[in-house]
């Protein structure tokens, strides 16, 4: 249904032909012609206001818009997500992280099993675990409660984690401390090592499938290290995992009663839901953990159900196609305004990247148009005094997500209000710019003589007219993070569909760790490597001088 080249559907002819006078249109002026441009390009949903007025679009782009993603399949992919259809067709898999944040009543069943079942079994005993950890009930082998709690994964076994439990800091349990390890450069967990005692530590061996190198080896050292402090029996109150795969818990050491399992239909980076979420948990505890998946389904039910015209995760993927496809925008900067989201644009790096960021068809044709821009960006302020310059003026058009709450969590006077003018000014800045009579009139004003001015209008000249979504929340929170994240992860579905593409494997990132097993056996062995090109194999010689 969605496999026909996307420059081939009815709906895409007629967007480039709309666009071909669209690319002419000026923010400024739409908004003068439309008074309540903002009432009419922003809808509330989930505890989010999504205000998609800053763009170039009028409401016959975002009909047009919404007409190919019906075109490209969008709802029927939706549906078939929702209901457990094997929609990762590569990996033979369903498709259900929706299904972690469904209540106890929801039932779905998927080949036999019932999932919503198993999803609260888990749950349940994450609950318990937690409440033992945070009461000081959980001791460790000398009789101290836990003070520090090391989660160690990668991917998307730390990102959606370690994003969460910085986003929702001020809810969190005063005695844990949250550590993330997930490189397998030593100098990561070495250096955490030094901090920690192990008396109070707790070790979160994160994997689905517990093979992953980084993670293996950094789950060695953790336990060695352990190991030089206590006994083996006292590992089972310091070493938990978290997993799909039961037999390599077991093999590893790790007590299957110390395992919180997941499932095959949940992909890495949609698994802050599931088990994975164990550090978030242990953090804001299991009651404010479920309000997280709450937020997350209320986005669910919007997404399943609103019309696509007011439906936020279908507005926000149908904008980011138009600036993909049509203004040939290579990037999308991901800017929150509160510094407790500070990894929430390296968490969408994963989200969207590695879900989308594929050049075939999800039947092998090779894409027509690019899918997946590059995702990047960093809080605000502090970008304002970095990249926002290209942002302004640079000739690459980079649509910008402004991320921000109304309310914040501490009480020091004026900050809140000093942040949230800068984000509505940058995004009022980029729609507007300064226009060279505007300069110049700043300039005379401002006494310089007629050859200066000249000579600065164009450095200080903006040209506006660049695109911005501007997501706001009263407060961030378990419930907002949690709407916030599944907007984004729905956002992915939908530009999937458009794109044509499998955005739930990742068969992309298999080469370099073949390659690397291969390579890191010729810098420990003693065999000269030859075969590779000449520049591959000095630096292993290179490195074998070094190490051996
Ligand atoms: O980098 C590839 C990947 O498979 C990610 O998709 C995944 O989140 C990460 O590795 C970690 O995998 P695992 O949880 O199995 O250790």
Redesign the pocket.
Known sequence: MHLTDLTATESFKSLQQHYADARTWQMRDLFSQDSQRFEHFSIETAGLLFDYSKNRVSQETMRMLVELARERGVEQLRDAMFAGEKINATENRSVLHTALRAPRTATLRVDGQDVTGDVHAVLDRIHTFTDQIRSGQWEGYSGRPITDIVNI?????YLGPKMACQALRSFSHPRLSMHFVSNVDGHDLDALLQTVNPETTLFII???????ME?MMNAQSARSWFLKHASQAGLPRHFVAVSTNTEAVKAFGIDPNNMFPFWDWVG??YSVWSAIGLPVALAIGCDQFRQFLDGAHAMDQHFRTAPLEKNMPILLAMLGVWYRNFFNAASVSIAPYHQDLAYFPGYLQQLEM?SNGKGVAANGVRLDMPGCPVIWGDTGTNGQHAYFQMIHQGLDLIPVDFITALKPTHYLPGHHAALLANCFAQSEALMRGKTPEEVRRELQGSGMSAEQTEELVPHKTFPGNRPSNTIMMDQLNPSSLGALIALYEHKVLVQGAVWGVNSFD?WG?ELGKVLAKTIQNEITDSVQPDRHDSSTNALIARAKAALQ
């Open positions: 994964g990668i991917g998307g076994s994160a994997s689905k499938t517990f093979t992953t993670t890495g980076r590695e990742q990132v």
